[in-house]
C-alpha cells in the first residue's frame, strides 16, 4: 500500500496517497470495466486511488473471493487482502460469511458521508486557527479567550454555574461537566469519546445523564476536546485543571461548528428503541459501541463482559434485525430509531 506522500504502489500504475486525485494512468483490468470518462475521484475524502479501484473490481463481481479480485486487478493476494481490510474499515466493503473469504461491496452513500464529514471536521478545525487570529487582529489586543485557573474544583464550580445559565440549549463534548439539571425546555446533548467511555462505570454514569438530564448522548471514536457550551453565546473549554472560556466570537463560532460535525458523525448511545425486534437497552449499547469502531475485545472490556458474550450477542442482533453484516444491522438500528422519534431529540437517529 502507498505510503504518506503518495509513493507508488507497483501494481496501482498511480499515486495512492490520500490526496490521489483522478488517477490518470490506472491500467489494472479493474480500471479499465470502469469505462472510459469514469474518474477515480475519491482521493479527496482519503481513498487512494488503489482501493477505489478494489472497490470498483468488488462492485463488479458481488460475492469475489481474494482470488478473484487478485485476477480482475492483477495484483497479487496480499496486496488485496489489505486493500480489502482497509475498505472494511471505511464501510465500503463487507466480508461474506463462509469459506473461503469473499466480499461485498457495500451501498457507498453512508460510508462516503462519514468520509466527508471527516474531512469537514479537518477544514473546521483550521477554521479555529484562522479566526482565533481574525479576532486577535479585530479585537485589537482585547482578547476574547479568558484562562480559567484555580483548580479543577473551580473550574467545576464555573460550570454548574453556566449550566444554570442556560435558556435554550446545552452542549457538551468529549467528557461530561458535573452534573446540574437543566430548566424545562432546554435541549442538552452530548458527544463522548471512547477514551472517556473506558469503563462500565463511566458508561453507566453516561446512561445515569441520559436518564436524569433528559440528554441526547453520542459516541465517536475521538473527540478532541472537553467542551461545555450553553446557548452558543459561552463556551468552556477544559485541559487538565485549568480552562478556557469563550466568548462570542469567530473562534467561538468555529468550535461550535466543530461541535455540530462531532454530532453529526457520532452515533447514539443507544440507537435502538427497546422492544423493537426484541432489542434490549443492553443490545442497542453494544450496537452503538460496534457501529463507533471499537472491536469485540474493547467492547467487551467497556460493558465489563467476555468478549465471546459480544460476539454471542451482535450475533443474535445481527438476526434479530435480518442484517447480514454489522454495518448493515447497525444502518437498520438507526431506522428504529429515526421510526422511534426518542425524547428530547427528534432528530437523534
Do not use: K
Request: aromatic share 4%; glycine share 14%; hydrophobic share 45%.
Amino acid at each position: 500500500m502507498a505510503g504518506e506522500g503518495g509513493e507508488r504502489d507497483p501494481g496501482d500504475g498511480t499515486a495512492a496517497g490520500p490526496g490521489a486525485g483522478a488517477g490518470a494512468g490506472v491500467t489494472t483490468g479493474a480500471a479499465a470495466e470502469a469505462g472510459p470518462g469514469v474518474p477515480y475521484g475519491l482521493g479527496p475524502l482519503g481513498v487512494p486511488a488503489g482501493e477505489e479501484v478494489l472497490y470498483r473490481a468488488a462492485l463488479a463481481r458481488p460475492g469475489a473471493t481474494v482470488a478473484q479480485l487478485a485476477a480482475a486487478t492483477g495484483w497479487d493476494p496480499a496486496r488485496v487482502r489489505r486493500r480489502a481490510l482497509a475498505l472494511e474499515r471505511w464501510g465500503l466493503l463487507v466480508r461474506l460469511p463462509g469459506r473461503p473469504a469473499r466480499f461485498g461491496p457495500a451501498p457507498p452513500g453512508p460510508a462516503l458521508e462519514a468520509l466527508a464529514l471527516r474531512r469537514r471536521e479537518e477544514i473546521e478545525r483550521a477554521r479555529l486557527v484562522a479566526a482565533a487570529l481574525a479576532d486577535g487582529f479585530r479585537s485589537g489586543g482585547r482578547s476574547v479567550v479568558e484562562t480559567f485557573g484555580g483548580g479543577p474544583e473551580a473550574v467545576d464550580r464555573f460550570a454548574l454555574r453556566l449550566q444554570a445559565s442556560a435558556r435554550r440549549e446545552v452542549l457538551v463534548l468529549g467528557a461530561p461537566p458535573p452534573p446540574a439539571a437543566a430548566g424545562p425546555g432546554i435541549r442538552r446533548r452530548a458527544v463522548y469519546g471512547h477514551a472517556w467511555l473506558d469503563s462500565p462505570e463511566r458508561l453507566a454514569a453516561a446512561r445515569e445523564a441520559a436518564a436524569g438530564l433528559g440528554e441526547c448522548s453520542r459516541v465517536l471514536a475521538e473527540v478532541p476536546m472537553v467542551l461545555l457550551a450553553v446557548d452558543r453565546t459561552t463556551a468552556l473549554v477544559r485541559d487538565g485543571a485549568t480552562a478556557l472560556v469563550l466568548r462570542p466570537s469567530a473562534l467561538l463560532d468555529g468550535v461550535l461548528a466543530l461541535g455540530e460535525l462531532l454530532w453529526e458523525r457520532a452515533v447514539p448511545l443507544v440507537p435502538a428503541a427497546p422492544g423493537a425486534h426484541g432489542l434490549s437497552e443492553e443490545d442497542g449499547r453494544l450496537l452503538a459501541l460496534s457501529a463507533s469502531g471499537l472491536t469485540d475485545r474493547a467492547i467487551a472490556r467497556r460493558l465489563g463482559v467476555a468478549q465471546r458474550t459480544v460476539e454471542r450477542r451482535m450475533r443474535r442482533i445481527m438476526n434479530a434485525l435480518g442484517a447480514r453484516t454489522r454495518f448493515q444491522a447497525g444502518l437498520r438500528a438507526a431506522e428504529l430509531t429515526r421510526s422511534a422519534g426518542p425524547p428530547g431529540d427528534p432528530r437523534d437517529a
